[in-house]
């Protein structure tokens, strides 16, 4: 199998069906994140590290072909399956347009669902998967997030992977209201009492490591969550 979890992102608005996946590919080694529409999915993909997507066409809110267009732009390597109901030649052609590598037909067999993901993890190297920028300008900062560190003036500090995915995901929603449930649940996978304590552990390092910027803020909203006050270039 892999040496570390692969990480899917299972965009399903058939809940009874997502989480028959989820159960299936986690027992086989896999970590999945279940998004229940294409808005839900997009905004966790942004703000995550995936091997992997598994796109149903037909979503509320945002469907899987627009879905597959976003992710896309934003990253040209990370291997997209749809998974639909419809087998209509000029959906598989639209789907594969849009660069997805691979197309299953509902109802399909598990198993080969299961081979299909592992050809294609094992195709795309990781750091390609996941797509990140070698460097990610934040004001005056360059953070480096393959690397875990940042970088002022000549001057570099390393981070812990845990600070790191959570800086990230703060840049991903940069200027926007960032709902605290929805960070807890997309990074640690559940919100509760002691992942919401250790996140404000890491909140509070993370300012103190971006101190030497001033126009760099990570504001409270009360009874919400977060903003991570970036200024524009």
Same mark, same amino acid.
């Given at each position: ?14 809940? @009874? ?57 934003? @990253? ?143 504001? @409270? ?7 991570? @006050?970036?200024?524009?270039?």
């Amino acid at each position: 199998m892999f040496k570390e979890k692969p990480r899917i992102l299972l965009a399903e608005d058939d809940l @009874n069906l997502g989480i028959l996946l989820v159960d299936y590919l986690e027992a086989e080694g896999f970590d999945v994140k279940l998004c229940k529409d294409g808005e839900l999915a997009i905004k966790a993909f942004h703000g995550g590290r995936f091997d992997l997507c598994l796109l149903d066409v037909m979503m509320p809110k945002l469907d899987g072909f627009s879905l597959a267009k976003e992710m896309r732009l934003a @990253n040209k390597e990370i291997p997209l399956i749809f998974i639909t109901a419809r087998s209509l030649k000029d959906d598989k052609l639209k789907g594969y347009d849009l660069g997805a590598d691979d197309y299953i037909t509902k109802p399909f067999d598990e198993e080969e669902l299961l081979w299909k993901i592992k050809a294609l993890i094992r195709r795309v190297p990781k750091n390609k998967a996941e797509g990140r920028a070698e460097i990610i300008p934040i004001g005056k900062y360059a953070f480096d997030f393959n690397n875990q560190s940042l970088s002022i003036a000549g001057k570099t500090k390393r981070i812990t992977e845990r600070e790191s995915d959570i800086l990230n995901y703060l840049s991903a929603h940069r200027n926007n209201v960032i709902k605290r449930e929805e960070l807890l649940k997309d990074l640690w996978g559940e919100n509760d009492y002691f992942f919401g304590r250790s996140l404000d552990v890491f909140i509070t390092k993370i300012r103190k490591y971006l101190k030497d910027d001033p126009e760099i803020s990570i504001e @409270n909203v009360f009874g919400v969550g977060f903003i991570f @006050n970036v200024p524009a270039k």
